[in-house]
């Protein structure tokens, strides 16, 4: 299984950002796929998840800020970032979790918020 993170880059505080992760390889069905993101000297923080029904859940630091969604063919998860500021500025990556439990990361995208 192997997870592509992409769209990464320099923004503007308050400006936005569209992250992508491809999954291609998968033999079992995903039961969830989550945003992560760990910032230089922090441990790794949980940004956003989405089910296989589709339930999404975010961390209270960007709720009402960052949108997880995928696509119907459940190949590709995004997380649209918007109204950003210097406290997202972190690597992002993409994790996947199957239905037998199995779980794998992605690379990661750097993004960083200039003020």
């Known amino acids: 299984v192997q997870l592509q993170a992409s769209g990464g880059g320099l923004v503007q505080a308050g400006g936005f950002l569209r992250l992508s992760c491809v999954v291609s390889g998968t033999t079992f069905p995903i039961y969830k796929m989550d945003w992560y993101r760990q910032a230089p000297e922090k441990q790794r923080e949980w940004v956003a998840s989405v089910t296989i029904e589709g339930t999404t859940n975010y961390a209270d630091s960007v709720k009402g800020r960052f949108t997880i969604s995928r696509d119907n063919a459940k190949t590709t998860m995004y997380l649209q970032m918007n109204n950003m500021n210097s406290e997202d500025t972190a690597v992002y990556l993409c994790?996947?979790?199957?239905?037998?439990?199995?779980?794998?990361w992605g690379q990661g995208t750097q993004v960083t918020v200039s003020s």
């Open positions: 994790h996947l979790r199957n239905i037998n439990w199995a779980h794998y």
